[in-house]
């Protein structure tokens, strides 16, 4: 259904092409699995395949390409493909495409929100919807326009645990229909390894590596895959009674390390504090204090007031009732000059935070003496180098994300507030963020971060807190949190492979519902 014969993709004044002779055929109701570091090429790939270059995106395109058939994209940012302003209009909007009879739409508009797991009014504003909600919400208005070819960049990136599981049911359903064809980006690899028929690596703008899952993600190929930067299953193709102990080590499947004491130094104290949007309570009479050095976790559904929590934090939203005090001074008593020495915050969409015409410009503000020798080294750590003379904004999402991120840090901050910095991001992108927090945790920096990544609770938050409802449901250890059956069903959390290894290895019958685990 789809080819590229020789096709290379320059973006205007990069020195590289993004993708770089590139031939592949994907044939009708193949389900393909795209990898490969963030930058290498996945989503340029993906628009091409959309019919989007060059005539919408910008970019110089050699060598020839053909799609054959009706083509639907899920983009990694859903912000991106909304129209309208209600979650009905979108979705009707997808149905006028196809002339589809007014008497009709509303019983298909209901019929796709449930097959996202969305239970909305119709009349719902779409600036209202957490991310996670977006990102259902856009899969829904894909959907209802029923394509052959259905392309999705990163679908699970932005949803909360109980969301993933529910998109990966609903592209396993979509990969067992025989006329739909499927190509999607997924740093999540855990599930959607066990169905994809194939898997293409990609680094640098070229297909390294082509095959089906086992093949690619055999024993002899993991350090290869390792080098380039890329996750491998955590279980596949083992399950956890069948994986030898020395595979599960090489996994990072061990118990995470004795974590230090925390400082009884207190940064943020919260009293009662209430968060409304218009009549809408978010967050009623949250109470919680944070200490210097502290790593905390804000999990939770999509939608139960993470990033609100992080956006009052940052003097972003105001207050209904109740305090908030950092360093024993009320909030409202601080300069902002003085107060965002103090705190950083880093956007769930990063390029809210962007204020100059290039990345080393971005990169320069963020320090108080910058020098070359130092925005060098920051460019070579985050992988930013051949991107330097470029606007934030023609970055890929894990390109921003990075760059996002490294401004937050170059400067000592007191606090960091951070929402999802490692979604979107590869392996060694990851490995490199957590490093670099973790230096920062140790330095005395009070780290409050929302993210829906389990395995990252587990390895290495000090204190989780699951919000749900408008207030905090737990407040205690990743390893407290596990136990705790009733909480996790409520709010829709699933225990991380390597916490289920570690109970099984000791013999404990552990809390909650598998996740995301399957077998051949």
């Known amino acids: ?37 963030s930058g290498s090429g996945k989503t340029t790939f993906l628009h091409v395949l959309a019919g989007l270059m060059p005539e919408t995106i910008e970019a110089d395109v050699s060598g020839e390409w053909t799609t054959d058939g009706t083509v639907g994209m899920l983009f990694q940012q859903p912000d991106d493909q909304f129209c309208m302003q209600t979650v009905g209009a979108e979705i009707a909007f997808s ?20 097959r996202v797991g969305l239970d909305l009014a119709l009349t719902t504003p779409i600036a209202e919807l957490s991310g996670g909600m977006k990102q ?27 969301g993933q599981q529910l998109m990966m049911e609903l592209i396993e ?57 890329i996750a491998i299953p955590r279980l596949y193709p083992y399950t956890l009674g069948t994986m030898p102990a020395e595979v599960a080590a090489e996994r990072e499947l061990d118990r995470p390390p004795v974590r230090e004491p925390v400082s009884t130094e207190p ?37 139960a007031g993470k990033s609100t929590l992080l956006e009052t934090l940052a003097k972003l939203l105001p207050v209904q009732s109740g305090t ?38 971005e990169l320069a503000i963020s320090c108080p003496s910058p020098s070359s020798g130092q925005m060098n080294d920051a460019l070579q750590h985050y992988r930013l180098a051949d991107v330097a003379a470029q606007s934030p904004l023609a970055l890929s999402l894990g390109q921003k994300r990075r760059l996002s991120v490294a401004t937050m840090l170059l400067e000592r901050k007191a606090v960091l507030l951070l929402d999802e910095p490692t979604f979107g991001q590869d392996a060694e992108t990851t490995a490199q963020i957590i490093d670099v927090l973790r230096q920062a945790c140790a330095a005395g920096t009070t780290l409050i971060m929302v993210t829906h990544d389990m395995e990252l609770v587990y390895q290495q938050a000090d204190r989780v807190l699951v919000l749900g409802s408008g207030n905090i449901q737990f407040d205690g250890s990743p390893e407290e949190l596990f ?34 685990v399957r077998s051949n």
């Open 324 to 361: 908030i005090q950092l360093f024993q001074t009320d909030l409202k008593k601080w300069r902002d000059r003085m107060f965002y020495r103090q705190v950083g915050f880093v956007f769930q969409q990063p390029e809210f935070q962007f204020l100059k015409q290039t990345v080393l410009d």
């Open 95 to 114: 149905l006028e495409n196809r002339q589809i009879a007014r008497g009709e739409m509303e019983d298909r508009i209901r019929i796709v929100l449930t």
């Open 483 to 516: 136990q705790e059956t009733e909480i996790l069903r409520d709010n829709q959390l699933f225990c991380p492979v390597s916490y289920r290894y570690q109970q099984q290895k000791e013999g404990i019958r552990h809390a909650g519902k598998p996740f995301m």
């Open 173 to 229: 359903e979509l990969h067992h229909d025989p006329d739909v064809t499927l190509v999607l980006i997924e740093h999540q690899l855990e599930r959607c390894v066990t169905f994809a028929d194939r898997v293409l690596v990609f680094q640098t703008g070229q297909i390294r590596l082509d095959g089906p899952p086992r093949d690619i993600f055999s024993e002899h190929r993991t350090v290869f895959l390792t080098k380039l930067g």
């Open 1 to 37: 259904m789809m080819q590229c014969e020789h096709l290379t993709v320059r973006y205007p004044d990069q020195d590289y092409p993004v993708l770089h002779d590139l031939s592949v055929t994907i044939d009708k109701g193949e389900t393909t699995l795209l990898v490969g570091p």
């Open 136 to 162: 259902r919400l856009a899969l829904a208005c894909v959907l209802a326009l029923e394509p052959d070819i259905l392309l999705l960049d990163e679908p699970t990136a932005q949803l909360d645990p109980h």
């Open 267 to 303: 940064t943020f104290d919260l009293v009662d504090v209430t968060v409304r949007y218009g009549k809408q309570t978010v967050l009623e009479r949250i109470s919680l204090t944070a200490h210097a050095g502290e790593w905390i976790m804000l999990v939770g559904r999509n939608g």
